[in-house]
């Protein structure tokens, strides 16, 4: 079990890691944010009690977890790489001026995470009418209860918005940080 969660968080990062490969380090960057927000999540399940600790709920769960976070720090870290070099002048009057590469960026990071989480956003908003009566009725074909299907998927939603909200945050938190030299340059190129 632990080797496949491995896995899968290797090959999403690589992925992920792909879509912005001019963005230094970004498969580092992208393997690091969802490694922390798969755990953090993961481990909050685990104390709250939410599911079983055992393989055939914790594995479909990472898998989860790792496949729709992966999409959104794909994109924010795509989002953030642009969003810096469509602002590369404003950012460098900033450092001139004596904000650090944080206060520089500071806005962008913010837009990356909106941007890249902007679409599992969109799906919460009709996981009402879409996502859940879908998946429950698989549930309710196996006998489950009603109210424990719908449990189920409402945890399911908000750990995978938890997990990808996290991942998106951290990418872009060090995504930005390598776009810098050790003396506070923006060394992003075209």
């Known amino acids: 079990m632990d080797r496949l969660c491995h896995v899968q968080v290797f090959v999403a990062g690589r992925t992920a ?61 795509q989002e953030l790489r ?26 962008y990071i913010q837009r990356a995470v909106v941007q890249g989480m902007t679409p599992w956003i969109d799906s919460i908003k009709s996981a009402g009418l879409i996502t859940i009566p879908g998946s429950m009725t698989g549930m309710l074909m196996v006998n489950m209860r009603p109210m424990t299907a ?25 995504g930005s940080t390598f776009l810098f030299s050790d003396h506070d340059q923006l060394v992003a190129e075209d």
């Open 17 to 77: 890691g792909d879509r912005v490969k001019l963005l230094p380090r970004s498969h580092l960057v992208a393997t690091s944010a969802l490694v922390i927000g798969t755990l953090s999540v993961l481990g909050m399940m685990i104390l709250l009690q939410a599911a079983p600790i055992t393989p055939r709920y914790i594995i479909p769960t990472a898998g989860y977890i790792i496949g729709n976070s992966m999409s959104m720090v794909g994109s924010t870290m």
């Open 82 to 107: 642009e969003g810096i070099l469509r602002h590369k002048g404003q950012i460098e009057a900033a450092l001139a001026l004596g904000a650090t590469p944080t206060q520089a960026v500071k806005s």
């Open 150 to 174: 719908v449990r189920i998927q409402v945890q399911l939603l908000y750990m995978l918005l938890g997990a990808a909200a996290l991942s998106c945050a951290i990418s872009s938190y060090l």
